[in-house]
């Protein structure tokens, strides 16, 4: 008896803590039910919307002044706050959640309503779209898996199986770190991926490597450009039997491309490391999506270790307000040598033989630079980056102050 | 409206404001001490090519000669050496009848031999002026020594030479006579050290660039503490390449893409910062390098102005 007893008086606790957390008169009649059916008087069209599909729930209580000042507000909609700062004010849990290294760009913005809909939705979550479609908007289907063959999961849409839409510790915005995600569905104990490998052990092997997890042309998803030795099965190359990669690190790879030790030995050395083979920092040594066997895109390689760079110039700081195109094109290597260079910023050559070799025009006809245009400031000859930031600057045309006069009166203090 | 028929409520808001904008500046000032620390520091001088010698083309390394008071610049992309005199007045040039090739450091020992980093031929190479002699130094001795890919350099009191390794991200320790003693290194290292001192208490103290953090050895190569963070807070480093320490054991550190020096005491606490990105003279544009002398004068390698700044504090 004791026993009910005591479950009686939980079950009324809950009960009364219920009705305070959730006061159903509120709900049905109260003030702010007064307020939101004053709203849709003139909004008829938000009050079908939230209560024939998944409403917002201030919406669906009629709350509209937790997100809308009635009256006046500094922003569009009457909104009373812009952005994701509207939506942490109630989502305070996720708040916390997103601060993660990797953050999805329009969460990053505070663009919640990117994919989510403020009143209501047809689909879970809010979400503007179906959830197996709604990557799709912005990652565009021919883009991400334009190859033969597609993972399974994509081919359904089902993004989120590997990523998370909001952050993620890791690259990628993978769900979990990137050497566990694919043994969530592939075993490495499965006896046909282990023949498949040779009796590899696949145990903490970073299946990312060697395999595309959207799609390829080739079987397995192996990625598309083979190094040349293993395309040929000629392990032995560079593995001793064992399958322990032969001495002398770099020098291992220098042995077959000589040329490329030269490239190091110049004034700005890009070499690097101190896990071993420096070469495979950047590069991969098996198979790669990318030119010259590369490890990933070029911004993904780079940014890796110039972090600084990559917030500056991927962050939303008015000061990098117009970037350079090739940004769009994620190519810094169509400016920066990656080895080394003689020239300043791992140029490929001087800083203005290094702009004109795209824009051919300003090359010939612009104001003097050279070696005869001395810059009184530093009383070095001018460049083109002397007036123009490539990396990105606050002025239109990347120039690194205002054209009208400032620029200008850096140097001609005298003349203005 | 003329100027002096202003109305008197005119003039009293103008007043007005501008003290206001005083208190503002007062009160950020006392907020963001910035400029009371860059205003501690003064500029005693300039290294720039000239008519007689052309243009310096990427200066990389500096070292101050105490017992010659004479300064050794390494003028990279020119080949060459330069000497100038402690009041930073040029003197010589030196270029091994053309045999230099890109050299990118430079250390100056007791036996009054130079070492110099060439990164065309991969090698540090002894310039023996009195014994007439250059000769490569070598590593064949230090583990992996076919791999060693040469940069900084520095000397303890001794006369030992600590080189960086950049390929293996250490530092390989030599003796006078060239003799390979050991590496020093740390476990985890994102890319490993760019930057080493010695300090007068023979303490080495080492810069990781992509770690963003200070490492300080003992003499024996025990680490003894490690400080610092990549970051964008103002005692945080963006990408710190070069360090030096002063006679007090105060930290300079440079950072290339904040064009500023930080300064740290021994403890590894922040203590202020000086200049900021620029062309004029006292600013920086991607500095490279930094040394400091016994008279505390602070050089600073303006690697893309192309000349070295010399500042002193106040």
Known sequence: MKIYRYYCIILLTMLMGGILVFPLEEVSSGEKVKGGQVCMECHPEVRKEVFSQNGHRPAERGNCVECHNPHTAKHDNLLSEIGGRLCYRCHKKEKKEFAREHVHLPVGKGECTKCHRPHSSINKSLLIENRNKICFSCHPQEKIFSRKNIHSPLKKGNCMKCHDPHASDGEFLLAKDGKKICISCHSV????????????????????????????????????????????GKCNSCHLSSGIIKKGDKELCFSCHPEVKKEFQKVFSHIRGVKGNVCLECHNSHVSDEHALKKARDDRICFSCHSDTKKRVMGTSPEYKYKHPKFEEFKCTSCHQAHGSDYRLLLSSDENSSCGNCHEAQGKFTHPIGKESIDPRSKRGMTCITCHNPMGAIEEFALRFGRKKELCTQCHRHNM | MDKENKPLYKRIIVITNTLLLILFAGVLQLIYPVSQARGEWELVGTIYGDDLIGPLNQPSGIFFDEEKQRVYLADTRNNRLLSYGSNFEFLSEFSAEGKLELPTCIVRDSKKR??????????????????????????????????????????????????????????LVFDNQGKYLRAIKTEGGLGGFNDVRVGAKGNVYALDTLQGKVYVFDKKGKLLFQFGKRGEKRREFEFPVSLAVDRRGLIYVVDQHKNMVLIFNGDGEFQGEFSEFGWREGRLNFPSYIFIDRSQRIYVVDRDNDRVQIFKRL
């Not at chain 1, 299946?207 to 998803?221: A, D, E, I, Q, T």
């Open chain 1, 189 to 232: 104990k499965d006896p046909n991926l282990v023949k498949s490998h040779n009796n590899y052990q696949l145990k903490g092997a970073d299946c990312l490597g060697c395999h595309n997890p959207h799609s390829s042309n080739n079987k397995s998803l192996v990625r598309e450009f083979f190094h040349k030795p293993f395309a040929a």
């Open chain 2, 114 to 171: 130079l070492i110099v980093t060439e990164s065309k031929k991969n090698q540090v190479t002894i310039i023996d002026i009195i014994g007439k002699k250059i000769y490569p130094l070598d590593f064949s001795h230090a583990p992996q020594g076919g791999d060693v890919i040469p940069g900084n350099l520095a000397l303890d009191g001794g006369d030992n030479l600590y080189l960086i390794d950049r390929a293996g991200g250490k530092i």
